[in-house]
């Protein structure tokens, strides 16, 4: 039988340190961003390609 098939062995996940989770707030605060640029960026070098492209 599969360990998650036996309720007996569920145990609840380890607590998050509080500066842990701040970090990773933090993190994500800064990385959304980027993410949205490099994003937009990759859909304009297309457009543009796109345009020049026969």
Same mark, same amino acid.
């Given at each position: +039988?599969? +360990?998650?098939? /036996? *309720?007996?062995? @569920?145990? %609840?996940? #380890? &607590?998050? #340190?509080? @500066?842990?989770? $701040?970090?990773? =707030? $933090?993190?994500? /605060?800064? @990385? =959304? *961003?980027?993410?949205? &640029?490099? @994003?937009? %960026?990759? $859909? %304009? %070098? =297309? /457009? &543009? &390609?796109? +345009? =020049?492209?026969?």
């Amino acid at each position: +039988m599969d +360990m998650l098939e /036996i *309720p007996s062995t @569920w145990t %609840a996940e #380890p &607590v998050r #340190p509080r @500066w842990q989770s $701040a970090l990773r =707030f $933090a993190g994500s /605060i800064v @990385w =959304f *961003p980027v993410v949205c &640029v490099l @994003w937009g %960026a990759v $859909a %304009a %070098a =297309f /457009i &543009v &390609v796109g +345009m =020049f492209a026969r």
